[in-house]
């Protein structure tokens, strides 16, 4: 931008993995020259950060001081930053190890609900087998009070 010391640049794009090795947390240095159609380009100043360090000053309108020889010579301000479809392997890998503690903690519980099925299955059928013994017991008692009564009647009915 010609003859301007408050440039605006056009939004450009790049790569992630031209310029950080595909980690949003990977340092950048951010160079900026003034451009001169000599070809002799001259330093402005340069600052290191992140994409996400840009992204962070973008979202809360921070400058970014620009340095040369450890003077400040400018100042560099975010309007736009976003990435757009790039997958962060450090987050992917975190979301990973997340959700297999979760599957391991499900295997577990998903073990011990088992084993309480099962227990509770061999109660149940402890408890069939009982109730089934006892209704053969009542049964047999309900047979022998029939055959008691039957017996007492048949006593009473001979004595009169």
Same mark, same amino acid.
């Given at each position: 931008i010609m003859n301007n010391l408050n440039p605006a640049?056009? %939004?450009?794009e790049v790569n992630i993995g031209d310029i950080c090795n595909r980690s949003l947390d990977e340092a950048i240095r951010v160079v900026v020259f003034d451009w001169e159609k000599s070809g002799k380009h001259k330093l402005i100043g340069y600052f290191e950060t992140s994409?996400?360090?840009? =992204?962070?000053?973008?979202?809360?309108?921070v400058e970014i001081p620009l340095t040369n020889k450890y003077e400040e010579t400018g100042r =560099?301000? %975010?309007?736009?930053?976003?990435?757009?479809g790039f997958i962060d392997p450090k987050s992917v890998e975190k979301r990973a190890k997340e959700l297999a503690e979760k599957a391991e903690n499900a295997h577990f519980f998903a073990l011990g609900a088992e084993q309480?099925?099962?227990h509770a299955s061999k109660e149940a059928e402890v408890a069939w087998k009982e109730a089934l013994r006892l209704e053969r017991v009542?049964?047999?008692?309900?047979?022998?009070?029939?055959?008691?009564?039957?017996r007492s009647v048949g006593e009473k009915t001979m004595l009169t």
């Amino acid at each position: 931008i010609m003859n301007n010391l408050n440039p605006a640049w056009e %939004v450009s794009e790049v790569n992630i993995g031209d310029i950080c090795n595909r980690s949003l947390d990977e340092a950048i240095r951010v160079v900026v020259f003034d451009w001169e159609k000599s070809g002799k380009h001259k330093l402005i100043g340069y600052f290191e950060t992140s994409v996400q360090g840009i =992204i962070s000053a973008q979202r809360s309108e921070v400058e970014i001081p620009l340095t040369n020889k450890y003077e400040e010579t400018g100042r =560099i301000i %975010v309007h736009n930053a976003e990435v757009d479809g790039f997958i962060d392997p450090k987050s992917v890998e975190k979301r990973a190890k997340e959700l297999a503690e979760k599957a391991e903690n499900a295997h577990f519980f998903a073990l011990g609900a088992e084993q309480r099925v099962k227990h509770a299955s061999k109660e149940a059928e402890v408890a069939w087998k009982e109730a089934l013994r006892l209704e053969r017991v009542a049964e047999s008692a309900n047979t022998a009070m029939t055959d008691a009564f039957e017996r007492s009647v048949g006593e009473k009915t001979m004595l009169t």
